[in-house]
């Protein structure tokens, strides 16, 4: 890190903005996180400083949304995505900084299309039933993306939107398939070293503010419209990911 303060600066906003997203409003935003974070620092790092971050509002989120999940859908994706968090902890220490900034990127501009064609169609979406195969191939991608960018949201979403779900029950089981994966990856993170002294401290730093972008995003999930605010983060998504892709590659080809 060569300048604290404005990684600060920026880190702050994107704590809040995790906070609100896992709040459950303008769910999936929370991938967000690590493309920004990587503008001032290693991805991996960045990934590193979220994790402890994430698993203390997974404490605020389940207590609010702990009843009404669909037990169906997490038995279904819960099993691939721990198949994706080690092939994600296998794989991590192949990967140098400049490859994972690559991916990341990717993912970005993936998050970036899956909203536009996907997302915002979702009424348009023919509901469908469970399907084993398609969960557990949407789970392990959700596993593997979570455990490099803490951004398995919209392999999720893919497979949850065409239930048709009652809006409450779609966050409380996205909320009890999250608080599942993190604290899993808590373990390849703590074998990977991921949780040195200075990591640890920069997420106890944010850790007050986790707290307060959770319950803002409580408060906001039945009372405003967050058709604009997708519009604006995911405009940035697609240009932090644009970047991070162009600077990947550059670096890898030089």
């Not at 919209?154 to 409380?172: E, G, I, N, R």
Request: hydrophobic letters at 55%.
């Amino acid at each position: 890190m060569t300048d604290p303060l404005w990684f600060f600066i920026l880190a702050v906003p994107v704590v809040l903005l995790t906070g609100i997203s896992k709040g459950g409003f303008a769910g999936g935003l929370g991938t967000l996180a690590v493309p920004l974070l990587t503008l001032m620092v290693d991805p991996r790092q960045a990934a590193a400083i979220m994790l402890p971050i994430l698993c203390v509002m997974d404490i605020f989120t389940v207590w609010r949304y702990r009843r009404g999940w669909d037990a169906r859908s997490l038995k279904i994706l819960i099993p691939g995505a721990l198949i994706g968090i080690v092939i994600g902890g296998v794989t991590f220490r192949m990967m140098n900084e400049d490859m994972i900034r690559v991916l990341v990127g990717l993912m970005a501009l993936y998050f970036v299309g899956n909203y536009w064609f996907v997302q915002r169609h979702r009424g348009e979406v023919e509901p469908h039933g469970h399907n084993m195969v398609k969960g557990g191939l949407l789970g392990l991608l959700s596993g593997f993306s979570s455990f490099i960018a803490h951004a398995g949201g919209p392999p999720v979403s893919q497979y949850l939107f065409p239930l048709k779900l009652d809006k409450t029950v779609l966050v409380a089981t996205s909320v009890m398939f999250f608080v599942t994966v993190n604290y899993v990856k808590l373990i390849p993170y703590a074998w990977l070293g991921q949780f040195s002294s200075a990591n640890l401290s920069l997420s106890l730093y944010l850790l007050p503010f986790a707290p307060l972008g959770v319950w803002f995003g409580i408060w906001l999930h039945n009372r405003v419209s967050n058709i604009l605010f997708y519009r604006i983060c995911y405009g940035l998504l697609f240009l932090v990911g644009l970047r991070l892709l162009i600077e990947g590659m550059l670096a890898l080809l030089s």
